[in-house]
T-cell receptor
Framework: DARVTQTPRHKVTEMGQEVTMRCQPI?????VFWYRQTMMQGLELLAY????????DSGMPKDRFSAEMPDATLATLKIQPSEPRDSAVYFC?????????????????FGPGTRLTVL | EDQVTQSPEALRLQEGESSSLNCSYT??????LFWYRQDPGKGPEFLFT???AGEEKEKERLKATLTKKESFLHITAPKPEDSATYLC??????????FGTGTRLKVLA
């Protein structure tokens, strides 16, 4: 049963510290998404990768957030420095779209999330 | 502005009491509409993708339909295990995904 995995599942840190969240997409998937979920805002798209290339990160605070895919099996989301307002659940999702022709819709398969608390 | 609105925010049903959840959207260039189920402490679980008005999809007690302005998730004879938050999302462009805030469904035995 193929699943997206995320580590850590929970993270408590102090304001100003660096936080790194990791995601392993489903093997063979070529798209990766990072989302943030809060009670007030719901799910917000932070970044989108296709074939490891960052295609859109307009939803991400540029000054403190960064997202990378060092290889096809690992995506990372980093916050430096972290702030209390960053407290949320961060989800990674992966999907598969054709690599040629007109792009189609992305059906996304979500991981279990990382619950981040910044004190 | 592209927008997705779900209603009601919360819904309590008796076991066996059928109902519908609504997802209305205003987007330019709908590429697809998605329904997800989310249980507490877990990530959203994919249910359906709908591409064009008139399309319908079914899975067990769930049936999703799509018009040009909204989508409905019909739940027939729900069971307590159907209790969850149901999320609707639209793909409004190659990289643009917008989620609604969800409907929290509680099915009472």
């Amino acid at each position: 049963d193929a699943r997206v995995t995320q580590t850590p599942r929970h993270k408590v840190t102090e304001m100003g510290q660096e936080v790194t969240m990791r995601c392993q997409p489903i093997l063979g998937h070529n798209t990766v998404f990072w989302y943030r979920q809060t009670m007030m805002q719901g799910l917000e798209l932070l970044a989108y990768f296709r074939n490891r290339a960052p295609l859109d990160d307009s939803g991400m605070p540029k000054d403190r957030f960064s997202a990378e895919m060092p290889d096809a099996t690992l995506a990372t989301l980093k916050i430096q420095p972290s702030e209390p307002r960053d407290s949320a659940v961060y989800f990674c999702a992966s999907g598969l779209v054709p690599t040629s022709g007109i792009s189609s819709t992305d059906t996304q398969y979500f991981g279990p999330g990382t619950r981040l608390t910044v004190l | 502005e592209d927008q997705v609105t779900q209603s009601p925010e919360a819904l309590r049903l008796q076991e066996g009491e059928s109902s519908s959840l609504n997802c209305s959207y205003t987007v330019s260039g709908l590429r697809g509409l998605f329904w997800y189920r989310q249980d507490p402490g877990k990530g959203p679980e994919f249910l359906f993708t709908l591409y064009s008005a008139g399309e319908e999809k079914e899975k067990e007690r769930l049936k999703a339909t799509l018009t040009k302005k909204e989508s409905f998730l019909h739940i027939t004879a729900p069971k307590p295990e159907d209790s969850a938050t149901y999320l609707c999302a639209v793909q409004a462009g190659t990289y643009k995904y917008i989620f609604g805030t969800g409907t929290r469904l509680k099915v009472l035995a």
